[in-house]
């Protein structure tokens, strides 16, 4: 009997010190988010883990269900819409937040995906990620202007919207958090790398040929081909409105996109004026397309909120 007690206590003390420290990485985690009481309530009811890393996966799946919660939401206001720019911005909705969930699954996926060279890599990804969810969040309310339909959709994207943004902030400071858990000198030293490029002299985001820091530098030397060296980029169709390429327009070009192609597809657009929108849907992944300089080739779309198309949808180039 006592030695089922000894046992009984044992496991007890285990588990009041993994509560504990759970709950401390809880505090941690949560103290560098802007709605903190909404974070603990999101967080507090998960499975007991000290691991930040698993506590940041767990911030961006509560943004998941909470996105995915506002469904139903949508079903019922879609009623309520009862004219032609109001039911497409709300078809416009679904698509924005299947964007923004399918960005927090690849955000889960990035957290622990060995295969990323550096921390810096992974976080500045996420980041990314991140910002583009509450992009679609805010374009998806921008887009109705029914003031009863616009006020349901703000309430019931609110708290998606905050968890987001505490999800941002939790990545923004990862560098704060890992340390004050005291993680091996190998994270210490590879989040050093990423302060030192976040806090550089000049404070800027791009290297000295313009182009973003987190550009891939073959991707850089490709941006950086001149017009005479575009053969270099080997394309795979060639658009042309004199019909000298595969396709007159650059949609017949996109559309036979081969759905199993893997590595980077090339679309060589010859000069001209192309008078038309381009759809490049969430499937048509790594897609490049180069023309004859800013002068010669030209796309150039028409549509426009006042002839009836969601702003959304008036993009030139869209996703």
Known sequence: MKKNSLIFIL???????TVATSNRALKKICETTDHQQLCFEALDNSSITDDPMELMKLAFKAVIKHIQSTSELRSQIKEKANDHMNKAALSDCDELLQYAVDELQASISEVGDPKMHTWTDRVNEIKNWLSAVISYQE?????????????AMEDGLLNATQLTSNALAIVSGISGILSAFHLPSNFSSIFDRVLVEEDSADGKDADTLGYPTWLRPG????????????????????????????FKTINEAVN??????TGRYVIYIKAGTYLESVMITKDMVNVFMYGDGPNQTIISGSKNWVDGTPTYQTATFSE
């Open 219 to 246: 991707d850089r030397k490709l941006l950086a081909l001149q017009p005479h060296d575009s053969s270099n980029a080997k394309p795979n169709v060639v658009v042309a409105q004199d019909g000298s390429g595969n």
């Open 11 to 17: 496991v007890l003390v285990g588990f009041l010190v």
């Open 256 to 261: 036979a996109i081969p759905k199993e192609y």
């Open 139 to 151: 374009t998806c309310k921008d887009g109705i202007t029914h003031p009863e339909v616009k006020s």
